[in-house]
């Protein structure tokens, strides 16, 4: 985790580029580094060189061609939980997560509390698209801050 003085960095996992763009936009103006990625693999590449003090993802996502790629955010979310895998960096155990979706609970499978109850209640939360940008800020910045008090 950066400390207080140190400027924060944030991965945001998104296929939309335009929200992609308009968060990244918003947080760059509030003096955090973001890194936009839109496959799994992508992330994970970025999460193998940066530290990021949180991260914004997007559970499903639509692939270049655009064809739904179900669960590709919880996907990433269960990589950089599992730390015993043997490159992902151990502070992807507790990195402060944002999930969001816009797809609503259909036949009792809600997918943001999928998210939360696989990214650990503590250090995860959870919006529902459609949202502002300073919702998410402030969301991030709560957790991030709840994240440096545990340790």
Not at 4 to 16: A, M, P, T, Y
Not at 45 to 54: K, L, P
Not at 64 to 85: C, F, H, Q, V
Not at 94 to 117: E, Q
Request: glycine content about 6%; aromatic content about 8%; proline content about 4%.
């Amino acid at each position: 985790m950066n400390k207080k003085n140190q400027k924060l960095s944030v991965l945001i996992f998104e296929d939309n580029i335009d929200l992609a763009s308009q968060w990244a936009q918003f947080f760059k103006r509030e003096g955090i580094t973001v890194r936009h990625a839109m496959t799994v693999d992508e992330a994970v590449t970025y999460c193998n060189q940066i530290e990021f003090d949180a991260i914004v993802l997007d559970i499903f996502l639509k692939n270049s061609a655009g064809k739904l790629m179900p669960r590709a955010g919880i996907t990433l979310l269960s990589y950089i939980r599992n730390t015993s895998l043997e490159k992902i960096p151990k502070w992807g155990a507790t990195v402060p997560v944002v999930a969001v979706t816009g797809a609503t609970a259909k036949m009792g499978f809600d997918p943001l509390l999928n998210a939360k109850s696989i990214g650990g209640y503590r250090s995860i939360e959870v919006l529902r698209k459609p949202f502002k940008p300073i919702v998410l800020h402030d969301v991030m910045i709560d957790l991030i801050k709840k994240s440096q008090e545990t340790e």
